[in-house]
């Protein structure tokens, strides 16, 4: 079986080479649409020997990935955007999926590179080239809808993920989100589809949840709700409407509707992954509670799932300080920093623990690497750090470093 990458590109002559160099050994070709790029990324394209087309942007996202398929002459499309790599180890299980004569679509999982949160995503990227798949949506451009409607006239596909990391997306970096004006384009787009579309759950869905980070709750709230009340919807789309609307109820103080909004995304069946933020967000929820016993095991659950999940250690880590378990809780802080190294905060709280069992010397160098971090992801929270250090006369004001006889 013959696979194509298919990409819509503007402006990508960063991103892409690193794109199609991860693809090399598993596609037969490649096949670009450029939708108006002013830099080389035309040029990238042609280094690769893609089939390169032009498109003239429409804003609407599904046009132009359905313009980019009419180009594709193998029976099988992976699809990327030039800031996705496909991971390595998972060629060889692509390679065995797509000689299945019977799959139709072979979801992948997506790992968000930035998003400490919810860092996986499940996508329907990987399909068989059938002239009923078609994208729709003009913003999260999907292939379930033509997909959903093939399966009730031809049922004997089958719709199939692969449970190992697939794709790694660099998108979701807030570098990324700032440069690209991202949120702005996309509420434009969805509001757009929304007006005419208004009870549609995965439209309700996305919206929802970018109005919650653009700090429009009673907007978001009320969209998820329209979402849930959607007479068919898919288990992941219901996971997303029930965890964005925790978030939103914890951002109302409203922890008993957050809470249950977790349990119900966490009973969904969807993949164990992309439950990850609702485990760590219970499992938050039930430490501020009280219920550390709980807790922790809402975050070791998490971490069950994903052993490298920086920020179920780092939570679980604070959880077990606070029943005084130092020296694990000092253990789940170095882990989280060993998968993470710029992470300030665990080193923040690695300090503390360090400290609280008398171990001056290495909290002070804990607290040490928190500032410099701190300095340049979040200015005003180094300088708290530093005056409480000041006070508690752990930090020279005037050598602005810590008292070297304090290593001594």
């Known amino acids: 079986m013959k696979l194509s990458l298919c990409a819509i590109v503007k402006n990508e002559e960063k ?14 070709e490649i096949v670009i649409l450029d939708t108006g790029s002013s830099d080389r990324t035309v040029e990238v394209a042609k280094s690769f020997g893609a089939k390169l087309s032009h498109f003239q942007w429409c804003n ?24 996705e790599v496909l991971e390595p180890k998972i060629i060889p299980q692509i390679k065995q999926a797509i000689k299945n004569p019977d799959y139709l679509v072979i979801n992948l999982l997506r790992q968000e590179i930035g998003a400490r949160q919810s860092p996986y995503s ?10 009923a798949v078609r994208f729709s949506r003009p913003y999260h451009a999907i292939i379930d809808d033509s997909v959903n409607q093939l399966l009730q006239q031809e049922n004997h596909w089958q719709i199939v993920s692969l449970p190992e990391v697939a794709i790694l997306h660099y998108g979701y970096q807030q570098t990324a989100i700032a440069s690209q004006d991202k949120y702005n384009r996309a509420q434009k787009i969805m509001e757009g589809y929304l007006a005419n579309n208004p009870d ?7 919206l929802g949840a970018l109005y919650l980070q653009i700090n429009r709750l009673a907007s978001g709230i009320e969209l998820l709700q329209r979402g849930l009340k959607s007479p068919e919807i898919e288990p992941a789309v219901t996971y997303e409407l029930h965890y964005h609307l925790g978030n939103a109820w914890i951002e109302q103080q409203d922890f008993n509707q957050a809470a249950l909004h977790y349990q119900n995304a966490i009973a969904q069946p969807i993949l164990p992954q992309l439950k990850l933020g609702a485990y760590n967000n219970l499992g938050s929820l039930l430490k501020t509670a009280g219920q550390l016993e709980m807790a922790k095991k809402a975050y070791q659950t998490a971490l069950k799932i994903d052993p490298n999940f920086a920020l179920g250690y780092y939570n679980l880590g604070i959880t077990l300080k606070t029943r005084g378990q130092m020296d694990e809780a000092i253990a ?3 882990k989280a920093i060993q998968l993470e190294p710029n992470y300030a905060q665990a080193y923040q709280n690695l300090g503390v623990a360090l400290l609280k069992i008398g171990q001056v010397a290495a909290s002070l160098k804990a607290f040490e690497k928190a500032i410099a971090l ?4 979040n200015p005003p929270e180094a300088e708290r750090l530093q005056n409480s250090l000041e006070k508690m006369g752990l930090f020279s004001p005037k050598s602005s470093r810590l008292r070297q006889e304090l290593f001594d």
């Not at 549609?200 to 996305?206: E, Q, R, S, V």
């Not at 701190?374 to 992801?377: E, L």
Request: glycine share 0%.
């Open 15 to 28: 991103n892409l080479p690193k794109c199609l160099l991860s693809v090399k050994e598993l596609i037969d």
């Open 60 to 83: 609407d996202f599904a046009v132009a990935r359905n313009e980019a398929l009419n180009y594709v002459e193998t029976e099988w499309v992976l699809v990327l955007d030039a800031d």
């Open 122 to 131: 499940l996508i329907s990227r990987l399909f068989r080239r059938h002239p």
């Open 200 to 206: 549609d759950a995965y439209i309700c869905n996305k």
């Open 332 to 334: 789940c802080y170095q």
């Open 374 to 377: 701190f300095s340049s992801q």
